[in-house]
C-alpha cells in the first residue's frame, strides 16, 4: 500500500499528518510512504528524518496524491486541492463536511473513500481522533481569549486571574465535553471566575466533584445561558453534536448584551459554530468585531501548537494506521466497526447519516 503525506495548505496551518516515528512504523509493515518535501518542517520534522524513516520524499503535493492509495492529512482538501484527489482514492483526515457541502460534492465526484478523523468512535462510542486536538482546542481557547482581552488587542482589558481586592474575569464554557473541559481547567488555573454549561448533567457532575465548587456548573437551558452570556468576559462555544451542524446556543440578541469589548472564541466553528453571530475566521486574520464583541473562530486551532498538535494527534491516530498497513484499507474497515464510522463518503455517496441530513445529500 502506498500512503501518501501531502504538506498542509489551509491558512496558518503548521501541522503535519504523520511523524518520522510513525513512518518507521508504517514502512517497517511494509507500506510504502511518500512524503512531500518540507511537510512536516512547521512541526519541527526535517525530510532528511523522513527519508531515515523510510519515506520517499516527492517535491509536489501533485505526485503524492497521483501516486497513493490513501492520502493521509491533517485538514480537509482545499480547492486547490480538489483537482488533485484520484477517482476511488482512500483519504483519512479531519473532513467536517456538516460545514462543506462543496467538498462532499467532490469527493462524491471523485468517489473518494472519505474517512473522517471526527467520527471514528472508540469501543465508549467516543470520538478518539477528535479528542486530543479538542483537549488543544480547549487549552488554547482561554490563551487565546486572553490575549484579545488585552486592551491593545481591542479587549475589554480584563485581566481573566484579577489581582488581590479586584473581581477576576468570568469565563463562561457552553459544553462541558473534551474541548470544554479543557478550556475550564486553564480557566480555573488562571484564577478566573468560571461558569461551564452542558444539557449532559454527568459532564456537569463529573466538573463539579473535580472542581469542588471552585466551578459553577449550569444547566445549558436557554434562560440559563442568556443569564450568564450577559456576564461574561470571555465566551467559549465548546458544543457538539456529534457529525451534525452545531447547534446556535447564544443568539445574536444575547451576544448583544455583552460587555463592549469581551471575547467570544466559537471552537465548535468547524462544525459551523454556535453563536449566532459567528463565522469563520483565520490564523492571518483572527477576528473581527459584531455588537462590540471580539470574534474569534479559526477553524484549525490546534495549528497555533503545531509540534504539540502533530504528536496528540499521530499518538491518536497510529493504532488504526497500524491497521490499515497491516491489513489493507478495506480489510481494516471490516474488521473494526469503531473505523467503519469513519467512512463518511464511498463509491459516489454519503454513508454517515448525520452528515447526510446536515449536507443534505442522501445516504
Ligand atoms: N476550532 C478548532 O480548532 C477545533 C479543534 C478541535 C475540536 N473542535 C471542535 O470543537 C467542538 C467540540 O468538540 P468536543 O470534542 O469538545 O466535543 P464533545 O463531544 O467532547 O463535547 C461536546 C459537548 O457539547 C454538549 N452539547 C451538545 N449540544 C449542546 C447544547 N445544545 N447545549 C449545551 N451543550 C451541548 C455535549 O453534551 C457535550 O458534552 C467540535 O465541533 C469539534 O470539532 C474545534
Given at each position: 500500500m502506498m500512503i501518501g503525506v501531502p504538506r498542509e495548505i489551509k491558512d496558518g496551518e503548521m501541522r503535519v499528518s504523520l511523524t518520522p516515528a510513525l513512518c518507521r512504523r508504517l514502512t517497517g509493515l511494509g507500506a510504502k510512504v511518500l512524503v512531500e518535501k518540507a511537510a512536516g518542517a512547521n512541526a519541527g520534522f526535517t525530510d532528511a528524518?523522513?527519508?531515515?524513516?523510510?519515506?520517499?520524499?516527492?517535491k509536489s503535493a501533485r505526485a503524492v496524491w497521483r501516486q497513493a492509495d490513501l492520502i493521509l492529512k491533517v485538514k480537509e482538501p482545499l480547492a486547490s486541492e480538489y483537482g488533485l484527489m484520484k477517482t476511488g482514492q482512500g483519504l483519512f483526515t479531519y473532513l467536517h463536511?456538516?460545514?462543506g457541502p462543496e467538498l462532499t460534492r467532490r469527493l462524491l465526484q471523485r468517489r473518494i473513500l472519505g474517512i473522517a478523523y471526527e467520527t471514528v468512535e472508540g469501543a465508549d462510542g467516543a470520538l478518539p481522533l477528535l479528542k486530543p486536538m479538542s483537549h488543544i482546542a480547549g487549552r488554547l481557547s482561554v490563551q487565546v481569549g486572553a490575549f484579545f482581552l488585552q486592551s491593545q488587542n481591542g479587549g475589554s482589558g480584563v485581566l481573566l486571574g484579577g489581582i488581590p481586592g479586584t473581581l477576576p474575569g468570568h469565563v463562561v464554557v457552553i459544553g462541558a465535553g473534551n474541548s470544554g473541559a479543557h478550556a475550564v481547567q486553564m480557566a480555573a488555573g488562571m484564577g478566573a471566575r468560571v461558569t461551564?454549561?452542558?444539557?449532559?448533567?454527568?459532564?456537569?457532575?463529573?466538573?463539579?466533584?473535580?472542581?469542588?465548587?471552585?466551578?459553577?456548573?449550569?444547566y445549558a437551558n436557554p434562560g440559563n445561558i442568556e443569564d450568564v452570556v450577559a456576564r461574561a468576559d470571555l465566551l467559549v462555544g465548546?458544543?457538539?453534536?456529534?457529525?451534525?451542524?452545531?447547534p446556535t446556543v447564544v443568539t445574536r440578541k444575547m451576544v448583544n448584551t455583552m460587555r463592549p469589548g469581551s471575547v467570544i472564541v466559537?471552537?465548535?466553528i468547524d462544525q459551523g459554530g454556535c453563536i449566532e453571530t459567528i463565522r469563520p475566521t483565520s490564523h492571518h486574520d483572527p477576528v473581527y468585531k459584531e455588537h462590540g464583541v471580539v470574534h474569534y473562530a479559526v477553524p484549525n486551532m490546534p495549528a497555533l501548537v503545531a509540534r504539540t498538535s502533530t504528536l496528540g494527534l499521530t499518538?491518536?491516530?497510529?493504532?488504526?494506521?497500524?491497521?490499515?498497513?497491516?491489513?489493507?484499507?478495506?480489510?481494516?474497515?471490516?474488521t473494526h466497526s469503531g473505523l467503519?464510522?469513519?467512512v463518511n463518503t464511498r463509491d459516489g455517496r454519503v454513508v454517515n447519516e448525520a452528515v447526510s441530513r446536515a449536507v443534505g445529500f442522501e445516504s
Open positions: 528524518e523522513y527519508a531515515a524513516a523510510g519515506a520517499v520524499l516527492v463536511l456538516a460545514a461551564v454549561l452542558d444539557l449532559d448533567v454527568r459532564k456537569l457532575e463529573a466538573l463539579d466533584t473535580e472542581y469542588r465548587g471552585r466551578v459553577v456548573t449550569l465548546a458544543v457538539l453534536v456529534p457529525a451534525a451542524r452545531a466559537d471552537i465548535a499518538q491518536a491516530t497510529e493504532p488504526y494506521l497500524v491497521m490499515i498497513a497491516s491489513k489493507g484499507i478495506e480489510a481494516a474497515l471490516a467503519a464510522k469513519g
